[in-house]
């Protein structure tokens, strides 16, 4: 497994933009496909983004596909997702998650395929 921490959370009035990153801990990065998920009050983790583990391949979520970009750098262990026009209701923690990947351009969608979690960093947008 992978440790993983998420950073760049913070507050936001709607229509801006933040950068989340993901740093992970463990020589085996690069065989991980990556994931971001985020859970609002009251509601369910849902699925954000996800990226292959060569970066080859990418997945988003209905809601954030034109306005989130996940993107990664496996010399660095780490994960990024650009939030560009952000809206009251991507207001949530998000965290960053880990899948053992059986091929380079494999992405998950469901979280009980990943088995490494951050601990989260919350993202607030004003309206």
């Known amino acids: 497994q992978l440790q993983l921490v998420e950073s760049g959370g913070g507050l936001v009035q709607a229509g801006g933009s933040l950068r989340l990153t993901c740093t992970a801990s463990?020589?085996?990065?690069?065989?991980?496909?990556m994931g971001w998920f985020r859970q609002a009050p009251g509601k369910e983790r849902e699925f954000v983004a996800a990226?292959?583990?060569?970066?080859?391949?990418?997945d988003y979520a209905d809601s954030v596909k034109g306005r989130f970009t996940i993107s990664r750098d496996n010399a660095k262990n780490t994960v990024w997702m650009q939030m560009n026009s952000l809206k009251p209701e991507d207001t949530a923690v998000y965290y960053c998650?880990?899948?053992?990947?059986?091929?380079?351009?494999?992405?998950?969608?469901?979280?009980?395929?990943?088995?490494?979690w951050g601990r989260g960093t919350q993202v607030t947008v004003s309206s």
């Open positions: 998650a880990a899948a053992r990947a059986y091929s380079s351009d494999s992405t998950y969608r469901y979280d009980s395929r990943y088995d490494s």
């Open positions: 990226i292959s583990w060569s970066g080859s391949s990418t």
């Open positions: 463990g020589r085996t990065f690069s065989s991980y496909a």
